[in-house]
């Protein structure tokens, strides 16, 4: 999806070689369907979760959400807004075109001997301004979660700008719903500092750091 431009790049690279539909019936089908797309998703996740294998059934399936901007060459289209990119590269942070709201399934498999995890797009909203970009993504998933309902662990994974009370209210709607937000290989997150004894000076500032693997036992023991 990141890699297409428009719907005349995704027909021109792709769709073209598969049907022999032509690309004003997809730009009808687009604009003018009545399908619930959203349904598609649910299909998608109920096939990715048969390929976990039963030796990984215990092991904790992530929802990865994310963002990302579509720039646009014109400013008649529809719903195009001048959106702020932070890792914009052309020389301005600021862009015109289209932001997606991404939500993304990863579930684990063997590879070589060892646990790996497969990633497998489920959905896209574009944002319109009718709704936050939060609610968007809240609203993914809880239409995929219809079909997690017998999974153990499902973990939203995010990065800062998400953990907010409309995304992160969601998990208290589900028994086996877990987030994760603002997670870097390069961060390391303390516990809260002790109380110190009178007699040392100053106060703690922090506690130890959490250990990856102890975090992780803590989450299948759940």
């Known amino acids: ?14 769709l073209s070689g598969i049907t022999l539909k032509s690309l004003t019936a997809f730009y009808y089908a687009c604009s003018y369907s009545k399908a619930d797309y959203s349904r598609f998703m649910n299909v998608t996740a109920s096939l990715a979760l048969k390929l ?3 030796s990984l ?50 579930v684990p498999i ?11 797009p489920l959905g896209y909203r574009m944002w319109q301004k009718k709704q936050s970009k939060l609610e968007l993504a809240a609203a ?3 239409q995929v979660m219809l079909s997690f309902a017998s999974q153990k662990n499902v ?8 953990a907010k009370k409309n995304l992160a ?21 303390y516990d809260l500092a002790h109380s110190q004894p009178a007699e040392e000076a100053g106060p703690q500032s922090m ?9 992780s036992l803590f989450l299948l023991k759940r």
């Open 140 to 142: 993914m998933v809880r």
């Open 169 to 189: 209210c969601i998990v208290d709607e589900y028994p086996n719903l877990d987030l994760i937000c603002n997670a870097r290989t390069d961060s390391v997150i």
């Open 110 to 120: 063997w590879s070589n001997r060892r646990i790996a995890y497969l990633a497998v």
């Open 57 to 106: 059934k215990s092991q904790p399936v992530f929802f990865c959400i994310d963002d990302t901007m579509i720039s646009k060459f014109g400013r008649k289209f529809e719903d195009v807004s001048i959106l702020f990119d932070h890792a914009a590269h052309n020389g301005s942070n600021y862009l015109n075109g289209h932001c997606f709201v991404s939500l993304m399934l990863c």
């Open 155 to 162: 973990i939203i994974l995010c990065d800062s700008w998400y």
């Open 52 to 54: 976990i294998p039963d």
């Open 207 to 215: 506690g130890n750091a959490f250990l990856l693997k102890r975090t």
């Open 1 to 14: 999806m990141e890699s297409a431009d428009s719907i005349r790049s995704l027909y021109r690279h792709f």
